[in-house]
């Protein structure tokens, strides 16, 4: 059974910062394409950043970049996201996701294992 279970969202101020983990079970999490999302009240989910399986490439949204880092530790079977700078626009619902596809993609519907997601609220 596949599992991936997300941490780390808050309530921060603008400005400020978190760091967001996906811990991934029950599968090879070395064969997978690993990615963020996110969702906003009355918005269509969004690509934020996706990681390479080698972890040596990484792909970032143009609202996020330069403020978001993606990774992945092997050995916890775990990717993070770095958030920076957050802004009130960053308050979302954050999703990590596994995709197969041997590329970055920025389409939800070529991930194929979801997490059930953690809410970042940016407010002062």
């Known amino acids: 059974q596949v599992q991936l279970v997300e941490s780390g969202g808050d309530l921060v101020q603008p400005g400020g910062s978190l760091r967001l983990s996906c811990a991934a079970s029950?599968?090879?999490?070395?064969?997978?394409?690993m990615g963020w999302f996110r969702q906003a009240p009355g918005k269509e989910r969004e690509f934020v950043a996706g990681?390479?399986?080698?972890?040596?490439?990484?792909y970032y949204s143009d609202s996020v970049k330069g403020r978001f880092t993606i990774s992945r530790d092997s050995t916890r079977d775990t990717v993070y996201l770095q958030l920076n700078s957050l802004k009130p626009e960053d308050t979302a619902v954050y999703y990590c996701?596994?995709?197969?596809?041997?590329?970055?993609?920025?389409?939800?519907?070529?991930?194929?294992?979801w997490g059930q997601g953690t809410q970042v609220t940016v407010s002062s």
């Open positions: 029950g599968l090879v999490f070395n064969a997978y394409v």
């Open positions: 990681i390479s399986r080698s972890g040596s490439r990484q």
């Open positions: 996701a596994a995709s197969l596809v041997v590329y970055i993609s920025t389409r939800s519907n070529e991930y194929k294992y």
